[in-house]
């Protein structure tokens, strides 16, 4: 099992950096310029998948986030509640920003995009 490794300079995560010319291993910030000889040549990634019950679970739980912009210019179309808060992220299969509106109304939750 590994460990973390964090910058000596400036305290950040170290990553993993291959050179190709030295063909060696090293760990690499991204802050600073520091970087340091890899002791171990395995390294570990942990993917996690969420299942579709979680992600819906944060969306709905977005309309009560105080940090999230709110607008009252769209109405929801399934309730007709005035009020929605939005962002903006990726949608599976496009490269560009999607923008998703999330229902405030607690009873209903509707969640579409422009």
């Not at 986030?65 to 929801?76: A, E, G, I, Q, Y």
Request: overall charge neutral; proline content about 4%; some cysteine.
């Amino acid at each position: 099992m590994s460990t973390m490794k964090f910058c000596r300079e400036c305290n950040n995560i170290l990553y993993p950096k291959e050179d190709r010319e030295q063909k060696i291993l090293l760990y690499a910030c991204r802050n600073c310029d520091h970087q340091e000889v890899a002791d171990n040549n395995c390294v570990y990634r942990n993917e996690i998948h969420h299942s579709v019950g979680e992600r819906t679970q944060v969306l709905q739980d977005v309309a009560a986030d105080p940090t999230l912009p709110r607008t009252k210019s769209v109405r929801c179309a399934v309730c007709g509640h005035p009020e929605a808060v939005f962002f903006q992220a990726t949608s599976r299969g496009e490269e560009g920003m999607t923008l998703f509106f999330v229902c405030c109304n607690p009873s209903c939750g509707y969640r579409w995009r422009d």
